[in-house]
């Protein structure tokens, strides 16, 4: 291959600059390929996510030669997850890279969970040669329009010297305002250098000597021409800075002002309020300063620790009944909060959030503050603090509901059956895992479970796929996990209908040395669905599953493979799986659990 030519001079140059990202001037870039990964390292990009393919191969192999970690995985979905869940952890962009046609297309849910998330990402799509686009190329589908629909923003690039820039703007439009997915599609024949393009494009056209051959091959020449024109003058894209939106500040008094006067103030915090933020502890101090009571859903759960006295868990919808004034920071009104309807009509509504859009979702706030949600409480706690102090009673009865209800699921947890409780063994891990300890939820009934049974550590350590509802988020999501903390304990909790998404990752997990911890809860069923298909429709068509040997599944990857069949075997499946993990190896741990009526009556729609 031509590009080896390349490689000797190129290899010097890059291992010089491996440690300077962005700093090599234009004119020494190896390729277009090249480019786009000069680019991601400017920008502090230490990840790249991808399943490989021959259209995005030079992107791969830049990027590690500067210095990115090219994490290869089995399923294109998984590549954009973790992407997202990068942006999840660390309030900046994650990257992925898929092939034309099916790696872009495999990808498409994964970008519309990250959309409706508002989680920013760049996914790099590699397409056709720009000359024999809707010509029958392989993998040579016009992927804008069906790109466009998953996205807030999409650029093909036509020009090499567009590549920098392209990214440097995407990485840019993905954080601003409400944050979202963004997508570049970067034809191979920018990919590799001007020389092997150009032979390429002559080898197409052969040698004939017709008028119909010379015109082509005209053609074709410039063509090249302008792939490259004034590629040498590109200038190097630098990082955008990008402001968070911000709320007025007469909107943060007057909501100072209501909460002040209220008797019952509730506080709910959304994942949202989370999305960008650098540093969530200032976040969570201002919530303690704030001294309202505080629910933490989606992602904002941890936010406040293990256990905060201002943070109440369960009886949610009554405390919003009840609560004269409700701040909803970064959580919308969307069938979480019944469409708004678990709030009171009298009561004052203050929506602080980044979608102006989705501050006035199913419900007209009284104040809708437009901006970060997070930045917002900060603001907030300097004008109006200690709220506890004169609402002493409120705070101790949705305590006293916290514990009555926490006593009923120990009680749950404590029923025998024929296999495992699952209630017990969710106690069980919230007792085991490390205080660093970071939860990935990927199923139905036993995540739903979990959300009410597992404590959250600290900020940003639950992730679940938000209002998507994506199953098969796990193994993804984990990656980015382990890769961002490296020494962090990460779990994940799959359903065992959700673990078939994930399981072929264990070989990635394997190969890139990612110590999970897998816990499937096995109840040989799609146990969220057959609950109420059963029981209003009478049959359990499609809803059954095997009690599979999934953990022999893993075992066969590499990773330890552990079976749960009692209460009596909990302990020990765990201890051993985090044994594992520490030694730096993934584990599976396959329990066979009992069906409970824990979640009957709970429905998402
Ligand atoms: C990609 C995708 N397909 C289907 C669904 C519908 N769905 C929601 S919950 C659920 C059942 C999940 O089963 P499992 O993972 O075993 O968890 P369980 O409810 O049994 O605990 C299904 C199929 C979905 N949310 N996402
Ligand atoms: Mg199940």
């Not at 915090?269 to 969570?284: H, K, N």
């Not at 036993?446 to 959250?456: D, E, I």
């Not at 938000?466 to 199953?471: D, K, M, N, S, Y």
């Amino acid at each position: 291959m031509p590009e080896q030519k390349q490689s000797d001079s190129g290899a010097r140059n890059r291992i010089k600059f491996a440690d300077e990202p962005g700093r090599r001037p234009p004119s020494t870039y190896a390729h277009g390929g090249d480019r786009v990964a000069a680019a991601l390292a400017a920008h502090g990009v230490r990840f790249l996510f991808t399943l490989c393919g021959g259209h995005i191969a030079p992107i791969l192999v830049a990027a590690k030669a500067r210095g990115i970690r090219i994490v290869d995985t089995r399923d294109e979905a998984t590549a954009v997850f973790a992407a997202d869940a990068v942006a999840r952890l660390t309030g900046k962009p994650g990257v992925a890279a898929v092939t034309a046609g099916p790696g872009v297309t495999n990808a498409l849910t994964a970008l519309e969970s990250a959309k409706l998330a508002q989680s920013p990402l760049l996914l790099i799509g590699g397409a056709a040669p720009t000359a024999l686009q809707g010509r029958g190329a392989l993998q040579d589908i016009d992927q804008g329009p069906v790109v466009a629909p998953f996205v807030k923003w999409a650029k093909r690039v036509r020009r090499v010297r567009d590549l920098a820039p392209a990214v440097a703007e995407a990485l840019a439009v993905a954080r601003r305002g409400v944050p979202g997915p963004v997508f570049i599609e970067c034809p191979v024949d920018l990919l590799y250098d001007e020389k092997t393009v150009r032979e390429w494009y002559a080898e197409a056209t052969g040698k004939g000597t017709s008028i119909a051959d010379r015109l082509l091959r005209l053609y074709l020449e410039r063509h090249a021409a302008g792939l490259f024109a004034k590629a040498d003058q590109a200038s190097p894209a630098p990082p955008r800075a990008v402001a968070a939106p911000s709320a007025t500040e007469a909107q943060v008094e007057a909501a100072a002002a209501r909460l002040a006067a209220s008797e019952r103030p509730l506080i709910v915090v959304g994942s949202q309020a989370l999305v960008g933020a650098e540093d969530p502890t200032r976040i969570a101090d201002a919530l303690s300063r704030l001294g309202a009571p505080i629910y933490l859903s989606g992602m904002a759960r941890g936010l406040l620790g293990r256990s905060h006295p201002l943070q109440r868990l369960h009886q949610r919808r009554q405390a919003l009944r009840e609560s004269d004034c409700v701040l909803l920071a970064g959580a919308p009104c969307d069938f979480r909060l019944d469409y708004g309807r678990h709030v009171r009509r009298s009561a004052n509504l203050i929506a602080a959030n980044r979608s102006a859009r989705e501050a006035r979702l199913n419900r007209r706030p009284n104040i809708a503050a437009i901006g970060d949600a997070g930045d917002f409480l900060v603001r907030l706690a300097a004008h109006v603090n200690g709220l506890a102090g004169r609402r002493q009673d409120w705070l101790v009865t949705l305590r006293g509901r916290d514990e009555t209800r926490e006593r009923e699921i120990d009680a749950r947890a404590n029923t025998a059956g024929e296999f495992v409780n699952p209630i017990a063994l969710l106690r069980a891990i919230d007792a085991a895992a490390a205080d660093d300890a970071a939860f990935v939820a990927d199923g139905g009934d036993f995540v739903a479970t979990a959300s009410y049974t597992l404590r959250p550590r600290a900020p940003r350590g639950w992730l679940d796929p938000g209002v998507f509802g994506t199953l098969g988020v796990g193994a993804g999501f984990a990656l980015a996990a382990a890769l961002d903390r490296p020494s962090a304990e990460v779990w994940i909790l799959f359903g065992d209908g959700a673990c078939g998404w994930s399981l072929a990752e264990f070989e990635t997990f394997v190969r890139h040395g990612i110590p999970v911890i897998a816990v499937v809860g096995n109840d040989a069923g799609w146990t969220q669905i057959a609950r109420e298909q059963v029981k209003m429709l009478g049959d359990d068509v499609g809803v059954r599953l095997s009690r599979a040997a999934y953990h022999e599944v893993a075992a066969a990857f590499g990773a330890e493979g552990i079976l749960v069949r009692s209460d009596g075997e909990i302990a020990d499946g765990l201890a051993r799986a985090r044994a594992t993990a520490r030694a730096g190896r993934p584990a599976l741990v396959n329990v066979w659990l009992d069906r409970t009526d824990f979640r009957d009556g709970s429905i998402s729609m």
